[in-house]
C-alpha cells in the first residue's frame, strides 16, 4: 500500500489522473451521482447505503479523502498538484469526497501537528478511513467568544484525569464518537490553565442533551460531564498548552468557514437564474423588477469580488509562505454574503420561498427556508463577525484600546 | 411616538396589559405546539372583541366604536410585541373594504357581525406568491366567481373572504365553492391557497376604481404596525440582553462596537415609528393616504428586517435557539415583508406615486 502511494507522490500527472479515473470508474457507484456527502456532514445518525458504505471504504483505502495527509497515518499522502487532479476528476465524475466531519476539517490537521507519535497512529487513520466521527467541545454557557473563559475542570488523578462540567453547542454531539475538548486544568491562570483533551463520547459520566435550533433540526448538543474518567494519555500536547493548540485548530475552522471552502459549494443554482425561473422578464430577458434586478446585480459583484479574493489571499498566503493579511476579512465576508444571498432568495420567491413543510413546496425550497435560518448561525459561530472585527482592527491595523 | 389623546390612551394600555398578562409569546408556543392550521384560538379573538377591538374602525352606527386607525394600530402593535395570533388584523382590513366600499345594505349585514367578533374576514388578492395587484385573473361571471388566491392570511376559520377580481372587489362567504390548500410558512401562522369555484359573489360598488388600493394601503399600514411592535420587542430584548451577557469579565452592552450598533438601531426604530404612525394618520386625515402607506410598509420591512437579523446576532448562539423567542420574530418579518408589498414592490410603488 504505501508503495502504491509512494508512486501517486511522484509520478507524472498525466499518468495520476489516469489512474485516478480507472479508480473512479471501478469504485464510484452510479447511483451516488451529484450526491452530497452526507456522511461527512456533522449533521445527521451515522445511516449509510451500501453504495455509500463501499465509496467510502474505497476511497479511505487509499487515504484519498485525505488526500494531501501523510501516507503512514492512512492519508493519500499526494503532493497539492496530485491533490487538485484528484479533485477535478472527481469534479467531473460528479463524486463526492466521502470523508469528512470535524475529524478532517479541524481535529485531524491540528493533531498532525501537535499529537505525539501514538497518539497520530491511533487516530488520524480511522479519520482518513471515515470511520470515527469527532465533535467540537470548546463552548460553555459562559465561554462563547471569551472562550478562554472555560470553566469545564479535569483534576490530576494520577493516571487519569477526572472530568466535570458543561459543554454546549457540541455540533454533532449525539452521533460523535469522539470529542475533542479544551479543558481547565489550573485554575490559577486564565489561558495557561487550559489543556486540550479527548474524551470518548460513550464514556461513563458523558451525557448530551439536543438543543432546538430556529430552523427546527437539532444538530447541537449541551454535553454535560460528571465524573469522566479521561486517560492520561488523551492530553494532546503538554497540560496547559491547549490555548495553543485550541486556537490552532480554530484557524484550521475559520479556513472551511470562510468562503474559499464550503460557502462556495452552499451556493448552488445563480440568483439570476432562480430569479428567471420566479419572476418575469421582460421580453430582452430582463428580470422585469428593476430593484430586485439591481440587487442580484449587486450581489453578485460582490461576490464575484469575494472569490477574487479569497483567490488573492491565497496566492499572497503561498508566495510569502504565511498567512496573508487579507485573509482576515475572509470569513466575515463570505458568512455576510451567505447570509445575504440566502435573503434575497426569498425576496425573489416571494412567500413561496418561505415555505416550512408540507404541500405546495418543493424540497429545494423547503432546504432554502432551513439553510436560511441555520445559515444565521455562521457569523457567530467559529469567532463572531464582531470578534473578527476586533482582530482585524487590534491585530490587522494596530487600533489598541485606549485604556 | 404619537401624541395620543386620553381614549387612546386607555385603549393602549389596555391592550399593553392584556398582551402582557394574557397573551405572553408562551400562549403563541402552545398555539404552534397545537398544529392546527387555523393557528389561533376562538376564545382569545373572542376576549378581543368583548373588548372592542374587532370593531375599532367600524361607524358606531354598525357596531363598531369609530376610534379611527390610529387606534387600531396601537392595539395591534401590542400584539405584534408578543406575537399574539388572531384574525383581528386580516378582520380589521377586510372590514375597512366594507366601509369603504359597500352599500347600505352590505354594510347593515356584515358589519355588526364583525365588530362582535362574530364574523372573521380577510382580503384575498394575490393570485402568486408576489403581491401583485395588477395581475388579477380572477373573474366573476352570473354572481359567481372563479379563481385562486394564494397565501391568504388568516384564511383557516375565516367566514368572509373579500376577493379581487379583475373588476372590482366581492364579498364571498366561505362555504360552496370555496376550497382552502394550507400553506405551512416558516411562521407557523394561519395561510392558505384559496379556490374559489363557482362560489356566490356580492360586488362592493360604492368605493369607486381605486377602492382595491385604498384597501391595500391600510392592508399595509396595518401589517406595518405589527411589524412595528415585532421591532420594538426584538430592539428590548436584545437591549436587555446585551446588560446582562458577560463575556471578558465585562457586560456585553459596555463595549462600544455594540454601543454604536444598538443607538443606529434606536435611530432607525424611531424612524419606522414615525413613518408608521404617520400611515394611521393620514388614513385618519384621508390626505396622500397612498404615499404615506408606502412609506410607512417600506420602513416597517427596511427596519424589520434589520433588526431582526440584529436582534439574533446580538444574542449570539442561543438566538439561533427555538428556546429564545427572537428566532420567532425573524420568521415572522418575513413573512409579512412579503405580505401586501415588498420592498421592491414598495419603491417602484412610492416612484409612482410621486411621478418618477
Ligand atoms: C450553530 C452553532 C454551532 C456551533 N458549534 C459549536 C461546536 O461544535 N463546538 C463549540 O465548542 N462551539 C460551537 N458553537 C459555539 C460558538 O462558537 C459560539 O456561539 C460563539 O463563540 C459565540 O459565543 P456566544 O454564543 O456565547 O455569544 P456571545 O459571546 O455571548 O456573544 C453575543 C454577541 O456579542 C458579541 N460580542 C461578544 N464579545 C464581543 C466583543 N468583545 N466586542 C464586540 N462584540 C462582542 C458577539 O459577536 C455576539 O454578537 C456553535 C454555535 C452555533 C450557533
Redesign the interface.
Known amino acids: 500500500m504505501a508503495s502504491q502511494k509512494d508512486i501517486d507522490r511522484t509520478s507524472d500527472p498525466e499518468t495520476f489522473r489516469q489512474e485516478v479515473r480507472q479508480f473512479i470508474a471501478e469504485n464510484f457507484p452510479d447511483e451516488l451521482k451529484s450526491k452530497g456527502n452526507a456522511l461527512a456532514a456533522v449533521e445527521g445518525p451515522a445511516t449509510e447505503t451500501a453504495a455509500q458504505k463501499s465509496w467510502r471504504e474505497a476511497m479511505g483505502s487509499r487515504g484519498w479523502g485525505t488526500p494531501t495527509w501523510p501516507a503512514e497515518y492512512g492519508g493519500g499522502g499526494l503532493s497539492r498538484k496530485h491533490a487538485a487532479i484528484l479533485n477535478e476528476e472527481l469534479a467531473k465524475a460528479k463524486a463526492h469526497n466521502p470523508i469528512g466531519g470535524m475529524g478532517v476539517m479541524m481535529f485531524g490537521p491540528t493533531l498532525l501537528e501537535y499529537g505525539s507519535e501514538e497518539q497520530k497512529r491511533e487516530h488520524i487513520p480511522p479519520i482518513c478511513r471515515g470511520e470515527i466521527r469527532w465533535c467540537q467541545g470548546y463552548s460553555e454557557p459562559n465561554a462563547g467568544s471569551d472562550l478562554a473563559n472555560l470553566q469545564t475542570m479535569a483534576e490530576d488523578k494520577g493516571d487519569h484525569y477526572l472530568v466535570n462540567g458543561q459543554k454546549t453547542w457540541t455540533s454533532g454531539g449525539q452521533w460523535a464518537d469522539k470529542c475533542f475538548c479544551l479543558v481547565r486544568t489550573d485554575r490559577s491562570d486564565k489561558h495557561k490553565g487550559i489543556s486540550f483533551l479527548l474524551i470518548d463520547m460513550d464514556s461513563p459520566g458523558v451525557e448530551v442533551r439536543p438543543i432546538q435550533m430556529i430552523s427546527g433540526m437539532s444538530p447541537f448538543c449541551e454535553t454535560f460531564f460528571d465524573d469522566v474518567k479521561v486517560p492520561k494519555e488523551n492530553l494532546v500536547g503538554e497540560e496547559g498548552q491547549g490555548w495553543t493548540i485550541g486556537k490552532r485548530l480554530l484557524q484550521h475552522e475559520r479556513t472551511n468557514l470562510s468562503g474559499g471552502g464550503s460557502m462556495a459549494r452552499m451556493m448552488g443554482a445563480s440568483l439570476a437564474d432562480i430569479a428567471k425561473r420566479y419572476v418575469e422578464t421582460d421580453s430582452d430577458g430582463r428580470i422585469a423588477d428593476a430593484v430586485l434586478r439591481d440587487r442580484i446585480a449587486d450581489f453578485e459583484i460582490r461576490w464575484n469580488a469575494f472569490l477574487l479574493t479569497a483567490r488573492r489571499a491565497a496566492q499572497e498566503s503561498k508566495a510569502q509562505g504565511g498567512v496573508s493579511e487579507i485573509s482576515s476579512v475572509l470569513k466575515k465576508v463570505g458568512t455576510k454574503l451567505g447570509q445575504e444571498r440566502a435573503e434575497l432568495t426569498i425576496e425573489i420567491m416571494g412567500l413561496q420561498g418561505l415555505g416550512w413543510e408540507g404541500e405546495g413546496f418543493t424540497q429545494a425550497e423547503l432546504a432554502g427556508v432551513r439553510g436560511w435560518l441555520f445559515g444565521k448561525a455562521t457569523t457567530i459561530y467559529g469567532g463572531s463577525t464582531e470578534i473578527q472585527n476586533n482582530i482585524i482592527a487590534k491585530r490587522v491595523l494596530g487600533m489598541l484600546d485606549h485604556q | 411616538m404619537a401624541v395620543l389623546n386620553e381614549e387612546q390612551t386607555m385603549l393602549r394600555d389596555m391592550a399593553r396589559e392584556w398582551t402582557t398578562n394574557e397573551s405572553p409569546v408562551t400562549e403563541w408556543r402552545k398555539v404552534r405546539a397545537s398544529g392546527d392550521p387555523q393557528a389561533w384560538d376562538a376564545s382569545v379573538y373572542a376576549t378581543m372583541a368583548e373588548m372592542g377591538w374587532a370593531g375599532i374602525i367600524i361607524p358606531e352606527e354598525h357596531g363598531g366604536s369609530d376610534f379611527g386607525w390610529l387606534s387600531a394600530g396601537l392595539v395591534v402593535e401590542e400584539l405584534g410585541k408578543t406575537l399574539t395570533a388572531s384574525p383581528l388584523i386580516a378582520t380589521t382590513i377586510a372590514a375597512s373594504a366594507i366601509v369603504l366600499g359597500g352599500s347600505d345594505a352590505q354594510k347593515a349585514e356584515w358589519l355588526p357581525k364583525i365588530a362582535s367578533g362574530e364574523v372573521v374576514a380577510t382580503l384575498a388578492v394575490d393570485e ?4 401583485a395587484p395588477s395581475k388579477i385573473e380572477t373573474t366573476v361571471s352570473g354572481g359567481t366567481i372563479s379563481g385562486t388566491k ?2 391568504v392570511h388568516e384564511a383557516h376559520g375565516a367566514h368572509l373572504f373579500v376577493v379581487a377580481a379583475k373588476d372590482g372587489l366581492y364579498l364571498v362567504p366561505s362555504g360552496d365553492g370555496v376550497t382552502l ?8 401562522r394561519n ?1 392558505a ?1 384559496v379556490e374559489f369555484a363557482g362560489a356566490a359573489a356580492d360586488k362592493l360598488t360604492d368605493g369607486g376604481d381605486d377602492l382595491l388600493d385604498q384597501v391595500l394601503d391600510r392592508a399595509r399600514v396595518l401589517t406595518a404596525c405589527e411589524m412595528l411592535g415585532m421591532a420594538q420587542q426584538v430592539f428590548d430584548t436584545t437591549l436587555d440582553y446585551l446588560k446582562q451577557r ?4 465585562q457586560v456585553l452592552s459596555t ?1 462600544q ?2 454601543q454604536h450598533r444598538m443607538a443606529d438601531l434606536f435611530a432607525d426604530l424611531a424612524l419606522m415609528r414615525s413613518a408608521v404612525e404617520g400611515g394611521l394618520q393620514a388614513i385618519d386625515a384621508g390626505f396622500l393616504t397612498s404615499q404615506a402607506a408606502t412609506i410607512a410598509k417600506a420602513e416597517a420591512n427596511r427596519v424589520l ?1 434589520q433588526l431582526s ?1 440584529e436582534g ?2 446580538l444574542h ?2 442561543i ?5 429564545y423567542d427572537v ?2 420574530y ?2 415572522r418579518a ?2 409579512l415583508e ?2 401586501f408589498g ?4 414598495l ?2 410603488r412610492y416612484a409612482r406615486l410621486s411621478d418618477y
Open positions: 402568486s406568491p408576489r403581491h394564494k397565501f390548500h394550507d400553506r405551512k410558512l416558516a411562521d407557523m395561510h391557497d458577560v463575556q471578558f469579565s463595549f462596537a455594540l428586517h437579523r439574533i446576532q449570539g448562539g438566538g439561533m435557539t427555538d428556546e428566532g420567532f425573524l420568521k418575513r413573512v412579503s405580505s415588498s420592498t421592491g414592490f419603491k417602484d
